[in-house]
């Protein structure tokens, strides 16, 4: 899973392979037209629109090839990585880790709760009702890990445990996520 840092040196990237390629196909544009075009910088013409639209279309073209290819978000992308996603930490929902002898009284003050014997994580309770959730079964990341990397677990799991090292920084929701991803906070 990629991390924001590689996610804007990837959009940047992108961005200036879509721009060279744009600005070739144009150069070729204005070549096969006789040279007369110029993007129509001297004179208003015909053949410098034409020249122009071809950029348009070649680099709007790179671009949606580019995002899809290298799997980054559109707004990454557009903003030459700028804007990048922030690291799942963020979105991450602190719970409280108890062990397992005080699980019952900790869950009635808890939804989730990160049940430990002896410091090892061994579940969490609270997702499944009246069911522990196997610390094996539960979908693990690193915190730096760009939020978006999460999307595809989070279609198919219920929660992902985002580690701070080996402490567990707290647990990110298909709820979480989506209101960190539309600008909500955690």
Known sequence: MRRPEQLRARALLGV????????????????????QGLLGFRVANLAGLVEGAAFVLVFVSAMRALRALLRLPSSTLLSFGLAVPPAAVVAARPVPSVDASALVQTMAEHRQVVVEEEGVPVGIAGIVPDRLLAWD??????????????RPVLASEPLVAVLDGERVAGIVTQDSYLSVSWGRGA
């Open 16 to 35: 200036l392979v879509a721009l060279a390629v744009a600005l070739a196909a144009a150069y070729l544009v204005h070549v096969a037209l006789g040279r």
């Open 137 to 150: 079964e539960v979908v693990k990341v690193d915190g730096r890990v760009a939020l978006t990397e999460l």
